[in-house]
């Protein structure tokens, strides 16, 4: 039986890459969102279906990458280069989305050691994971 997760967006990740995907898609955008924050419910299925990719995991924490599309395009997961950054806490069957981007958003370097160094900068509680 699956766990059914609560989604909370860190409003740091409301500040930043959400706002232009919300300018850029309007309304598919907010289907996006709806359809993202629904799977991340259901968040097991996920990582069985190599949907979400765990970046590192202890006893009680998940970091997770999620890859996900806009709604209404013609584009993979994959091929969209959206990526979703989520951290997943087991006993409290709860998950903090940290971080929503496009690949593009990070600049030309390495887009891990990029959302990394975010992660970091803006989430010293997770820092010493990554």
Not at 16 to 24: T, V
Not at 32 to 37: C, Q, Y
Request: proline share 2%; charged share 25%.
């Amino acid at each position: 039986m699956s766990i059914k997760y609560s989604v909370n967006i860190k409003p740091y990740a409301e500040r930043h890459f959400i706002k232009s995907f919300a300018k850029k898609y309007g309304r598919a955008w907010d289907i996006t969102i709806e359809t993202l924050v629904r799977e991340l419910q259901s968040f097991d299925v996920l990582l069985e279906r190599k949907i979400a990719e765990m970046i590192t995991e202890t006893a009680e924490v998940k970091i997770c990458k999620v890859e996900f599309k806009i709604a209404g395009s013609n584009q993979s997961r994959h091929g969209s280069g959206n990526r979703c950054i989520a951290v997943v806490h087991k006993s409290a069957s709860s998950i903090n989305v940290l971080l929503v981007y496009h690949k593009n958003h990070l600049g030309d370097g390495n887009e891990t050691a990029e959302w990394k160094q975010i992660i970091k900068d803006n989430y010293p509680e997770y820092s010493g994971l990554l």
